[in-house]
């Protein structure tokens, strides 16, 4: 079955870098893209962009380019998001999921929360 | 960009009330829309796609309509388990946009 598995919590200062795993399991991962969707607390779903896995290219969203940075592991079936220059208001839970039907994002990793904090 | 317009914000319903939510779209988009249910804590659910197309696994009562700029979701015997938040997303042109989301809470 498919399965995508996000790394863990982080906390982190300001100004500080973090880096977040996807893994992806249960299907050719150079099949399908995938996002990243970013949720604020309290807050509603924000698209990133998304990472061609068959050939590496990225897209970003208005928003989320310069200290945003998608890249992959094929090797591994992993994508990964850096962060740098993190800052209080980059605070939220970040999610992969991989695209589907119509581009639909059809499996969702759970979610990793990144907190800004001094 | 595309703006999806969600209404409503929030809504009160009880078991086994039918319950509809629409999303608006700034400009065709012909039937890219996605329907996805989240409940507090944890990822999105997709439940719809290409606007009418039910997600495997997911229950016949969520249905979805709608074409170009007019969508709608309805769930026709609300369940328990269905008091969440739902978003509409459109997929036909980047950037991929949200709704912003509409609250179904137990009345």
């Known amino acids: 079955q498919v399965q995508v598995v996000q790394s863990g919590s982080e906390l982190k200062k300001p100004g500080a870098s973090v880096q977040i795993s996807c893994k992806a399991s249960g299907y050719t991962f150079k099949t399908y893209a995938m996002n990243w969707v970013r949720q604020a607390p309290g807050q509603g779903l924000e698209w990133m962009g998304w990472i061609n896995t068959n050939t590496g290219n990225p897209t970003y969203a208005q928003g989320f380019r310069g200290r945003f940075v998608f890249s992959l592991d094929t090797s591994v079936s992993t994508a990964y998001l850096q962060i740098s220059s993190l800052r209080a208001e980059d605070t939220a839970v970040y999610y992969c999921a991989r695209a589907g039907s119509s581009f639909s994002f059809v499996y969702w990793g759970q979610g990793t929360l990144v907190t800004v904090s001094s | 960009d595309i703006q999806m317009t969600q209404s409503p914000s929030s809504l009160s319903a009880s078991v086994p009330d039918r319950v509809t939510i629409t999303c608006r779209a700034s400009q065709s988009i012909n039937n890219y829309l996605n329907w996805y249910q989240q409940k507090p804590g944890k990822a999105p659910k997709l439940l719809i796609y290409a606007a009418s197309s039910l997600q495997s696994g997911v229950p016949s009562r969520f249905f979805g309509s709608g074409s170009a700029t007019d969508f709608t979701l309805t769930i026709s015997s609300l369940q328990p388990e269905d008091f969440a938040t739902y978003y509409c997303?459109?997929?036909?042109?980047?950037?991929?946009?949200f709704g912003q989301g509409t609250k179904v809470e137990i009345k």
């Open positions: 997303q459109q997929t036909y042109s980047a950037p991929w946009t």
